[in-house]
């Protein structure tokens, strides 16, 4: 055996997305001590990155360590109490699972479905708020990634908060890709990823969470059943405030890398990230339309950072397409979830994906391929 030398991918699936080296140099950089004063140092400017990023003042804004699925039962596990009934908006494949999460922490879902590759419908939402004046809680996914859809997430929170809900919102996918904007939606309870639009490895799960959403947390009657997510805990070590003690060993190289990749977020500007997204998935989507490749969802609502294209007929073994694409092309696109599985692909623009170069060699390759 020896060491592993991984071959080298571009990546335009649904994540990771590419690392830069700069990111990656970080990343390889010493590793001090969880605890260093200059590690708490640096635990301080990633939450000031990330509250640029998230657009918020929320001083609750930090990295949960472990992936965009540790974000999200964060949320729910600190905020759902047993009894609880929560909205679940499904659109998607995250949807679903965000009613996983719910029915796991003992609350009651409220889910409303509307068709894969199209956003929540508000009207729904509406209904269902009315039929259950008891709600707490309105969760969606803002980026669906399954679908490439993106929602109206700050009429969604406005509704919701018109019923005195709190806000769950998935923003994984959304984070420097596309508009968000944590204070000015009034977004209660937020998390994200690592690996999509901020192009940094995995692994880590930014969240954020209000005061409204704090009051909820802490006035709850029973402990939060999860020992690692408890956010009252938790706190003991990211809030600086009377000496930052022991929770658990925070994985210090990675937050090199996430430090570097907001830095780098900063540096171009947020809304110049969004435009470059949505810059680019119209250059990409020209180039499908050119080839006859159609997309799944309606321009309006379409996710700039990921392009869910439909499988054009003719094609018998996608799979075989997407391994050709892979072997012969070094090119990492996305197969369908769920109900999509085999009848889309899934072409992501994220963070450094998100570039011409990149758009060139995608529609070179499937070009290659499809012939
Ligand atoms: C990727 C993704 C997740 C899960 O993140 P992991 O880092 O894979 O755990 C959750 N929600 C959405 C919308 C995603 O795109």
Redesign the pocket.
């Known amino acids: 055996m020896q060491s592993f030398n991984p071959p080298k991918r571009t990546l335009m699936g649904?994540?990771p997305s590419d690392v830069s080296t700069r990111v990656l140099e970080a990343m390889a950089r010493p590793t001090i001590g969880h605890l260093d004063p200059a590690f708490q140092t640096l635990m301080d400017e990633i939450k000031e990155l990330l509250r640029y990023a998230f657009k918020t003042e929320n001083k609750l804004t930090f990295p949960v360590s472990a992936?965009?699925?540790?974000g999200?039962e964060t949320c729910f596990a600190n905020l759902v109490e047993h009894g609880d009934k929560v909205i679940v908006c499904v659109n998607g494949v995250?949807g679903t699972r965000m009613v996983e999460n719910v029915t796991r922490c003992g609350g009651e879902a409220v889910v409303i479905n509307d068709d894969w590759g199209t956003p929540v419908s508000l009207d729904k939402v509406d209904a269902a708020l009315k039929a259950n004046p008891d709600t707490k809680i309105v969760a969606f996914?803002a980026?669906?990634?399954s679908t490439g859809v993106a929602s109206d997430t700050k009429a969604l929170c406005k509704l919701a908060h018109e019923y005195d809900c709190i806000t769950i919102v998935?923003a994984?996918?959304s984070l420097g890709g596309s508009e968000l904007d944590v204070d000015g939606w009034n977004i209660d309870a937020i998390y994200s990823?690592s690996?999509?639009c901020l192009s940094c490895p995995?692994g880590l799960?930014p969240v954020s969470f209000n005061e409204r959403a704090i009051e909820k947390i802490k006035n709850r009657d029973k402990p939060v059943q999860s020992w690692f997510m408890d956010l009252n805990l938790v706190m003991g070590y990211w809030d600086g405030t009377g000496g930052r003690s022991y929770h658990h060993t925070a994985p210090v190289n990675a937050m090199y890398a996430l430090h570097e990749s907001l830095l780098i977020l900063k540096e171009e500007g947020l809304e110049n990230s969004w435009k470059r997204h949505t810059d680019m998935s119209a250059k990409l989507r020209q180039g499908f339309a050119d080839m006859g490749i159609k997309y799944l969802v309606d321009e309006k609502y379409a996710l700039p950072q990921l392009n869910t294209i439909i499988i054009p007929d003719h094609i018998t073994d996608e799979a075989a397409i997407r391994t050709k694409l892979l072997n012969d092309h070094n090119l990492e696109i996305g197969a369908g979830l769920g109900a999509l599985s085999g009848k889309v692909w899934r072409v992501g623009l994220m963070g450094h994906s998100a570039c011409q170069a990149n758009i060139d060699k995608c529609l070179t390759a499937f070009k290659a391929v499809m012939n």
Do not use: I, N, R, Y
């Open positions: 649904p994540g992936p965009g699925s540790a999200m995250f996914v980026a669906e990634t998935d994984v996918t990823g690996q999509k995995p799960s």
